[in-house]
């Protein structure tokens, strides 16, 4: 019997692993880069927990070395995506009804799973699939998708665990039901964690989904569905879709049991989301929740009183981490004229000594971003900056697609702060700087956050707390992380809970309670224990309303005078009836007496 009241404590965040030359874990993912490169695998989408292959198939290759298959996969048709929602369907009402901490408990298995067995074998296709050095891959693959799930049902016993009050003779409670229908999980290419948790956090609230899964990221997300099986998660729960994003998206987004959309991408695509959830919203059988974190031009805004080595630092780490392929990546910089010359030097120095690189080779920083695609539009804003009167080229400049599709980290310098490279999203390894007039610190304020549609992360770097705390009011709605003296990547479960505004999403903080409860639909019971037996309220009386009274006396009084009118008008009606009848009487009797006497008189 499941009688217990349980609360997951919460928890520490999964520690990251140095991989330092000598170490235990450098050798091992060395033996798991190895075994994946030396063999081409086989991905199948899964539906209701069978293998399911189709006629037409893919191939994905190595982001650092772009002639390298890494893995062939079965593209899905219109057929196996309603298979996959019939699927989910059938598997809603049981997982749904699964204790809670019996469905936390799978997520936990999953955790202590990645944490340890799987660890290697999930960065290592994190790094080859997804072009991450063993750092990236480790803070992402490993530690931020074992945090999500430990932490997720962490937030969850705070969830189910806040209940109404109940007064003398009730008794209330809420029940946190999972949504109506099923989950569409639509994951990125960037965050191997987060394509998890964009599928899992639904699931530990009792729903079930469909999973579309980034082509350029299906290896390892192939081996999570893995994963979630030996964990014991039950047969479609989760349904993997590889293939076409479009015609799953349609035939997912026409389905009367959508209840839900768990999304990051692009603005573009989601915005497309949100149309075709409009177009059908009068055929589903409930408002389906649309929970997305998408585009992002994120800002390093530099007052003067600022350190220029730790504003450096940022720039680098900041732009250049990840090919700047991370959602949070900062692609545009506000510097101070005198502290301009400064951090050029510094950046300078940082940016010679960087090493672009394939994965494999552990002393390169930067590696290739995702695809040609990418590295096409990537040099696109390369060149436009090289021809444009508004922008030079500072540092990097250059990309080759011939192995690899590398592209050098860059610096751009615009001339007006309106330059196309620091409005729009690029998404790879290039921030443009925009050099101010010092006593232009509040106006130029106001530019960058009037600048961008987009409200994802920013940096504020300041040692004068004045100025800093006026940074912070001037741009509040400019980012939905803002981070003072830091740069603006690496937010951490349970320490900053992400997420983003404007045309950046719908801000619902992933890795917080925020995310997890708009997978809830909840229902609100209340049971009374002596219930009423009368229509009756003791307000229905008017025994002390003045208003009332006075009008009622006054009733009274007219209806008295109305009797006693009528009673009035009756006594002198009966007297004149009397007197009439006595006048009769007497006038009888007269008359009686008058023929009386005649009568005698004739005798």
Known sequence: MNNILFSFPKPANEPVLGYAPGSPER????????????????IPAIIGGKEVRTK??????????NHHVLAKYYKVTEKEVKMAIDAAMKAHEEWANTPWIERASVMQKIATLISGKYRWLINAATMLGQGKTTMQAEIDSACELVDFLRYNAFYASQIYSDQPCSDKGTLNYVTYRPLEGFVFAITPFNFTSIASNLCLSPVLMGNTCIWKPSTTAMLSNFILMKIYKEAGLPDGVVNFLPGSGALIGKVAFADKNLAGVHFTGGTKTFNGFWKSIGDNVAN????????????GKDFIFVHNSANADQVATAIVRGAFEYQGQKCSAASRAYVPKSLWPKVKELVGKMMAEIKVGDVRDFSA?????????????CMSYIEHAKKSKDAEIVFGGTGDKSEGWFVQPTVILAKKPDYKSMCEEIFGPIITIYVYDD????????????TSPYALTGAIFAN?????????????????????????????????????????????????????????SPQAIKETFDPAS??????????????????????????????????????????????????????????????????????
């Open 464 to 520: 004068d707390r004045k100025a800093l705390h006026k940074g912070a009011e001037i741009l509040k709605y400019a980012a939905g992380n803002i981070y003072y003296n830091d740069k603006p990547t690496g937010a951490v479960v349970g320490q900053q809970p992400f997420g983003g505004a404007r045309a950046s999403g719908t801000n619902d903080k992933a890795g917080s309670y925020l995310n997890l409860i708009r997978w809830t």
């Open 534 to 603: 009368n229509y009756s309220y003791p307000f229905v009386s008017n025994l002390d309303n003045p208003y009332v009274v006075k009008k009622a006396v006054k009733k009274t009084v007219e209806k008295t005078e109305k009797v006693v009118k009528t009673s009035a008008a009756k006594a002198e009606e009966g007297i004149a009836k009397a007197k009439a009848t006595v006048k009769k009487v007497a006038s009888n009797a007269k008359t009686a007496l008058k023929t009386g006497t005649k009568t005698k008189t004739k005798k």
């Open 284 to 295: 589903y059988r409930t408002y389906p929740k649309i929970v997305g974190e998408t585009g």
């Open 439 to 450: 006593k232009d610190y509040e106006k130029t304020l106001h530019l960058c956050d009037e």
């Open 27 to 42: 050798t091992k993912i060395r033996e798991a880069l190895d075994m994946l490169y030396n063999e081409v695998t086989e």
């Open 56 to 65: 037409d198939f893919g191939t994905i290759v190595m982001p650092t070395e």
């Open 365 to 377: 920083f930067v590696n290739a971003v995702i695809d040609e695609a990418s590295f096409d539009n």
